[in-house]
């Protein structure tokens, strides 16, 4: 009775389909007095069934959350919907198979119980009092077990038979394959100027204008604030701050390590069960009959799970010595290791790399001189920030506390250094008039501080002030149609099988190329106008800086013969079938339930909900 994969498949569908299908159905009370909560036709959903689940459901989520959750939450969480939609789902599977007569016979129902480890004694046999004290523990009777047991069992009979070995026709993942895979082969040329055969002239005054009002947005300045502020950085300081020669020493020493690095090796271990069997992985080593990465692939490992990156000499213990004698691609072995014995190859050789203090010397004063510095800047942020509090001006932060002033013209691509601090970009971005100044805090351990002095709104550069830039613009504008035009005239010729060489064009061949590579120096949109041509056929593909001929000479297939493509086959293939089960099952479940009617009984449901409360 397989229940791996398709038990899966049954219960997400049953959650996904059941729990909306729930919206549809009225609830109808069966009684007052009744023990179940709702019914699928003749099959009845029990108090206890569903408060089971429900508390089952809760502590799963808790489980998985490391938190607690009260049954407020557990309800605006739609826990209660889906233990409920799965009910329904396990109770409509359950009537159709009673009305088919479908069950799972008393002896497999035997052989799946005593196969539960957890009935199991210490000889690995059934032990029925380890069956009893179980189901105690759970809360559950023999009969009740074992009917559950049978339930579910005839339940994925049930939608097994339906959606195993569910295929879609080949014709449609063939499709979606050769849109992922199929390759094409193609001719193309980028034009230059040298293309033309008659070169742009230069434009008039009146071009010019024109061409400065169509492009307004190209030349117009940004809004502006006009800002003054204060800054202190621990480079400013950092002249000011005295490390002697002791702390740099006491640096050094500390972190010898760094600066003494022995000789090293990358290695990699493989690890076996006794010496015999090392000896003779070794021995087919060396007689060519297998490698290193045939015996790592045939234990199921990666290479990844034997690398012990690189190591000293003491790291290898016993190999130390033999592994430091070897040569890259070397395996030295057997010798022992704290995993049992093992083989070792060497992949690569770090030579020892030793720093004397004269030479670490200035970057160490360095780095305390500038740890140093930034202390001396955050001891000054109280003070500030109490400046700032007290109605003080930037002016006078200068003078009370050794800071920088400086005025600008802010926009989000101002170049002055200061910009390029995330902390006072969001500082200036939302500064107003009015806003008194506060500390910002740079992410460097510097200080600043911004006022506001005025806004200039954005504005269209005089022509004279940006003509170069407006000409060049121009310029590259009306080449690009010049060379666009020109480009519809040469696909005429190679429409009639010409050669772009011939035409004096400076090709480029690409092969086997598919719809996701990219081609680079080719414009935007390029790779989908070559999978829209036909074979044979030329075109124009350009974009406002770039304009290329393309001749599409192959389309090709995809290349089943390249792991990736036939892995990608596998999984269309694979992830179709699942579809096309999950809509098959979707169709049997809502005819099931609409055939034998759902019925609920909303009282008993806030009862079971009242205990939990």
């Given at each position: ?296 692939e045939d234990r199921g490992l990666d290479l990844s799970d034997v690398d012990l990156g690189d190591v000293t000499k003491d790291d290898l213990d016993a190999a130390g010595g033999a592994v430091f004698n070897a040569q890259v691609g070397d ?180 092969t086997a190329v598919t719809r996701n590579e990219f081609i680079s120096g080719s414009p935007v949109g390029f790779l989908t106008k070559v999978f829209e041509m036909d074979a044979g056929t030329a075109a124009v593909v350009s974009d406002a ?69």
């Amino acid at each position: 009775m397989a229940k791996g994969a398709t038990s899966k498949i049954f219960v997400w569908i049953l959650l996904a389909l059941l729990i909306v299908g729930l919206a549809g159905f009225g609830a109808t009370s069966l009684s007052g007095n009744s023990r179940s909560i709702g019914a699928v036709g003749d099959e009845k959903i029990s108090i206890q069934e569903y408060a089971r689940a429900l508390q089952d459901e809760i502590r799963a989520i808790q489980a998985q959350t490391g938190q607690t959750i009260t049954f407020e939450q557990a309800i605006a969480f739609g826990l209660d919907r889906s233990v409920l939609g799965r009910l329904i789902g396990s109770a409509a599977l359950d009537n159709e198979a009673r009305s088919i007569g479908l069950s799972l016979g008393d002896e497999n129902l035997r052989r799946q119980i005593v196969e539960i480890p957890s009935f199991q004694g210490g000889d690995g046999k059934f032990d029925r009092e380890a069956y009893r004290f179980a189901l105690g523990q759970a809360g559950l009777t023999e009969a009740e077990f074992e009917e559950e047991m049978r339930a579910d069992a005839t339940r994925s009979l049930l939608q097994g038979a339906l959606i195993t070995g569910v295929t879609m026709p080949a014709a449609y993942s063939d499709t979606l394959l050769g849109y992922y895979a199929e390759r094409r082969n193609f001719t193309w040329a980028v034009l230059d100027r040298a293309a033309l055969t008659t070169p742009v002239p230069a434009p008039t005054e009146e071009q010019l204008a024109t061409y400065h009002q169509d492009n307004a947005a190209r030349f117009t300045s940004p809004a502006i604030k006009q800002l003054t502020y204060v800054w202190l950085s621990p480079e400013m300081v950092i002249d000011q701050v005295d490390v002697d020669e002791a702390a740099i020493r006491e640096q050094y020493d500390a972190n010898l390590a760094t600066y003494m690095r022995p000789e090293r090796r990358l290695v990699e271990r493989l690890v076996f069960s006794d010496d015999d069997a090392a000896l003779a992985a070794k021995a087919k080593i060396e007689t060519g009959e297998t490698q290193f990465e045939t015996l790592v692939e045939d234990r199921g490992l990666d290479l990844s799970d034997v690398d012990l990156g690189d190591v000293t000499k003491d790291d290898l213990d016993a190999a130390g010595g033999a592994v430091f004698n070897a040569q890259v691609g070397d395996v030295v072995g057997p010798f022992e290791s704290s995993l049992g014995p093992a083989l070792f190859r060497v992949n690569g050789i770090l030579a020892a790399k030793e720093t004397a203090y004269e030479d670490a010397r200035e970057a160490i004063r360095l780095e305390l001189a500038a740890d140093r510095a930034r202390r001396m800047v955050e001891s000054q942020s109280e003070n500030v920030d109490d400046l700032l509090a007290g109605g003080a001006t930037l002016e006078e932060l200068v003078t009370e506390a050794g800071m920088k002033l400086a005025t600008m013209d802010w926009h989000d691509d101002a170049e002055d250094r200061i910009n390029g601090y995330a902390a006072f970009r969001n500082a200036a971005e939302a500064v107003a008039d009015g806003d008194y100044p506060e500390l910002i805090r740079l992410d460097d351990g510097g200080l600043a501080a911004l006022r506001l002095e005025g806004e200039v709104a954005p504005a269209l550069k005089p022509l004279d002030e940006v003509r170069e830039d407006v000409s060049a613009a121009w310029l590259a504008a009306e080449t690009t149609k010049a060379l666009a035009a020109r480009a519809d005239e040469i696909t005429q010729e190679l429409s009639g099988a010409g050669d772009m060489a011939a035409l004096g064009l400076t090709a480029r061949v690409e092969t086997a190329v598919t719809r996701n590579e990219f081609i680079s120096g080719s414009p935007v949109g390029f790779l989908t106008k070559v999978f829209e041509m036909d074979a044979g056929t030329a075109a124009v593909v350009s974009d406002a800086a770039t304009v290329t001929i393309v001749q599409l000479t192959d389309i090709l297939p995809p290349d089943m013969d390249d792991p990736e493509v036939s892995a990608l086959a596998a999984s269309l293939a694979q992830e179709i079938n699942a579809s096309l089960a999950q809509d098959l099952y979707a169709a049997y479940a809502r005819n099931i339930q609409d055939t034998a009617g759902i019925n609920l009984d909303q009282a008993a449901i806030n009862a079971v909900h009242a205990n939990f409360q």
